[in-house]
Each structure stands twice: as C-alpha cells, then as structure tokens.
C-alpha cells in the first residue's frame, strides 16, 4: 500500500519560507516522478511543481518558478517543496503526489498525500 505523508505547513508572514517534506512507502520511490500541487476551497486541485524519478527535469507553475525549488533524496523516500518569498496568495492546502511520469495534470498521478496546509498572512 503506498502512502505519501506530508509535512511541514504552518502560518507564516509575506516574504518568508517554508519547506514542506513528502515521505513515501510502500514501493520502490526512485522509480516514480513527484508532484506537489495545491488547493483552496471551492477550487479545483492545481499544479505547482514536477520533479522526475532521477531528480532532473523539474518543471514549474509559472507563478511560481524562481521562488519555489522541488527536490528530491531517493535514499529517504522524500520530496521537498522550498517555499521562499511567499505571498497571501500562495495560501493553500499542499498535496505530494506520485505518478509514472511528470506531469501537469492532477490525472496523471496515481497516489496522493493527506495534504498539509501553508498559509501565508500579509
């Protein structure tokens, strides 16, 4: 059975950071792409970053490169988002993600974390 946990989210001012974790069981992690995406209420799930199963390609949400970097350790079954300059407006529930490739769309991940939530005041 895999499970994805995240952690990390809290409340924090304008212009700070924040690193959420992914922690991944049940396979083998390194042979699968990782995707964080968010959620405010009454939205529908959206992308924010992809990294592959090797750690390189990544790719963005455009409102977001620049300031957020995904990364991943192989070794301890682990996805990171580094959250930094945060706006209001990147408010959310964040959800780790794990599919067969790196995609953009919420479809093409196969699991799914319980969601941790980031919020940022102004």
């Known amino acids: 059975q895999v499970q994805l946990v995240e952690s990390g989210g809290g409340l924090v001012h304008a212009g700070g950071s924040l690193r959420l974790s992914c922690v991944a069981s049940?396979?083998?992690?390194?042979?699968?792409?990782m995707g964080w995406f968010r959620q405010v209420p009454g939205k529908e799930r959206s992308f924010v970053a992809a990294?592959?199963?090797?750690?390189?390609?990544?790719t963005y949400q455009d409102g977001v490169k620049g300031r957020f970097t995904v990364s991943r350790d192989n070794a301890k079954s682990t996805v990171y988002l580094q959250m930094n300059s945060l706006k209001p407006e990147n408010t959310a529930v964040y959800y780790c993600?794990?599919?067969?490739?790196?995609?953009?769309?919420?479809?093409?991940?196969?699991?799914w974390g319980q969601g941790t939530q980031v919020t940022v005041s102004s």
């Open positions: 993600a794990e599919g067969l490739r790196m995609g953009r769309e919420a479809s093409e991940y196969n699991y």
């Open positions: 990294i592959s199963w090797s750690g390189f390609p990544t």
């Open positions: 049940g396979r083998t992690f390194s042979n699968y792409a």
